[in-house]
């Protein structure tokens, strides 16, 4: 009586020649970098309702400060017959679009503290800007028979401090990212071109 062959000892899957695709080569171990896997730090503390007021009243009364002593070296003279464009309120919108364009930016690509926002953003950058006073001017305008003047203060408002933010959005973005990485966070200097095997050339 003879014994059937015993069978020939399988090649492991990862080995197996119809697993070699155009597909599967693009996967690796290697192309598995540390800022794409997601960390196991120690969470951060949150802050509690009465101490994100706290910092929004405290970045708000900072911020109207700064626009108060700005309408005050730049004072605009509004009489029934002259108007002057109001250019402290113009400025301060302008500068607290693009702050809080680039505050925001940043924060996108980099983590910040938990106080930034609430203090930074929503306090001192809402305090620093005002859209009343704006609504405020154009209708002193419009009372002093000025209705184009009026007009345009509003449109070029709305336009450059949208234009501001955006601005403050892509500069912030940049300034925030490591220096020699590329998006993926890998070191450019220490990238080389792989082949479809995964292994660096020559």
Do not use: K
């Amino acid at each position: 009586m003879t014994s059937s062959p015993s069978p020939a000892p399988r090649a492991p899957r990862r080995d197996d020649p119809r697993m070699h695709t155009v597909e599967m080569a693009a996967v690796h171990l290697e192309d598995v970098i540390d800022s794409e896997t997601l960390g196991s730090g120690p969470a951060r503390a949150r802050l509690t309702w009465w101490q994100t007021a706290l910092l929004v009243a405290a970045g708000g009364a900072l911020g109207g400060f700064l626009r108060f002593t700005l309408s005050v070296l730049s004072p605009t003279v509004t009489t029934p017959t002259l108007v002057e464009l109001p250019w402290a309120t113009f400025g301060v919108n302008l500068l607290g679009c693009l702050a809080l364009g680039g505050l925001n930016g940043a924060l996108e690509v980099r983590a910040g503290r938990s106080w930034m926002q609430p203090l930074l953003g929503t306090g001192l950058c809402g305090g620093f800007t005002t859209f009343s006073a704006v609504v405020l001017e154009g209708s002193a305008m419009i009372g002093a028979d000025f209705p184009l003047l009026a007009l345009s203060y509003g449109a070029a408002t709305v336009v450059l401090c949208l234009g501001g933010l955006i601005l403050g959005l892509v500069l912030g973005r940049r300034l925030a990212e490591p220096r020699g990485t590329d998006p993926r966070g890998t070191d450019v200097r220490d990238a080389e071109p792989r082949d479809a095997d995964g292994e660096g050339r020559a």
